[in-house]
Every structure is written in C-alpha cells, then in structure tokens.
C-alpha cells in the first residue's frame, strides 16, 4: 500500500489504530522507519501543527498484513524430440572433434620446427585445425605457431 497521498497525520492514525511495529509501517508507506519516529514524537509534543486524524480507518482494511497470492507448483518440463506426423525427425549427428587426435596433435608438437603439412597428414588434423591453435590447443604448454620458414610451412611451439 505505498500511498503517497496519505498525510502523516492519516498515516499514523492507521498506525495507531492497527498497532503496526514501525519495520511494517515502514514497509507498507516506503519510507524509513526514522521518519515514522519522528512524525510521532512530532505529533506527541504538539510540535506538528494539528496532524489531522480525522480518517476512516476501516474504510482502509488492516494495510499492514501481508497477503500471500496462491502458490502453485512449477515442476521441470520434459524435452522430447520434435516428431511430425509424416516422418521420424533423424537424430542429432554428432558435429566436433572425434575421440583425443587433436589434443594428441597438439601434445606431439616440441619446440623444434616440423614440416606441419607432414605433421598434420601423420596425427590426422587438419592444417587448418594447427592454424587456429588458439582455438583447439588445450594443453597450455606453450603458444603454437604455424609459418613459412625458408619456404616450407612449420609448425613448433615458443615457450612462454
């Protein structure tokens, strides 16, 4: 019930009137509970001119309880594969890398420049697959470079 249009005085006549800790007040009217303090002690010295309490207090309902909407329980979905009516949709083809030749690949190559065309024929990679070592090369032994060297394409590993 964050009525900005209630005055203190109408505020702290719900209060009184339903006997609301000041945590709920603060709640219910989204102010600090500091201000319910002083608007009281301000309204308990006469300080405050006239806080006027003239409020139908039952017109308002208890502002104060907390209701609770009706639960209802969210139970995990099933994912089935997708059929139509006319043909048996074919399953998933595994796409990627096949068993451990790639990081073998790339755990083979040392620090001493290798022909990679020959390198990449012998481990069954690809020379694309050796290009982007950034990629495919988990073994974080060092980076892998692949470049010309007097004319032949090499492959080796720079320490790091």
Do not use: C
């Given at each position: 019930?964050?009525?900005?249009?209630?005055?203190?005085?109408?505020?702290?006549?719900?209060?009184?009137?339903?006997e609301?800790?000041?945590?709920?007040a603060?709640?219910?009217?989204g102010?600090?509970?500091?201000?319910?303090?002083?608007?009281?002690?301000l309204?308990?010295?006469?300080g405050?001119?006239?806080?006027?309490?003239?409020?139908?207090?039952?017109?308002?309902?208890?502002?104060?309880?907390e209701v609770?909407?009706a639960?209802?329980?969210?139970?995990?979905?099933?994912?089935?594969?997708?059929?139509?009516?006319?043909?048996?949709?074919?399953?998933?083809?595994k796409r990627?890398?096949?068993?451990?030749?790639?990081?073998?690949?790339?755990?083979?190559?040392?620090?001493?420049?290798?022909?990679?065309?020959?390198?990449?024929?012998?481990?069954?990679?690809s020379l694309?697959?050796?290009?982007?070592?950034?990629?495919?090369?988990r073994?974080?032994?060092?980076?892998v470079?692949?470049?010309?060297i007097?004319?032949?394409?090499?492959v080796?590993r720079?320490?790091?």
């Amino acid at each position: 019930m964050s009525d900005t249009n209630l005055g203190w005085g109408s505020r702290l006549a719900l209060i009184d009137h339903y006997e609301a800790t000041d945590e709920q007040a603060s709640a219910t009217f989204g102010v600090p509970v500091d201000e319910i303090v002083t608007a009281r002690e301000l309204r308990n010295s006469g300080g405050a001119a006239n806080l006027p309490i003239d409020i139908d207090v039952e017109g308002y309902g208890n502002p104060f309880t907390e209701v609770q909407g009706a639960t209802s329980v969210v139970r995990p979905g099933t994912r089935e594969p997708a059929e139509t009516s006319t043909a048996i949709t074919p399953s998933p083809k595994k796409r990627g890398r096949k068993g451990t030749k790639i990081n073998e690949a790339f755990s083979a190559i040392g620090t001493d420049p290798l022909p990679a065309e020959e390198f990449a024929t012998t481990r069954n990679v690809s020379l694309n697959v050796l290009r982007q070592a950034k990629r495919f090369d988990r073994t974080g032994l060092g980076r892998v470079r692949v470049k010309k060297i007097d004319g032949t394409l090499m492959v080796y590993r720079e320490s790091e």
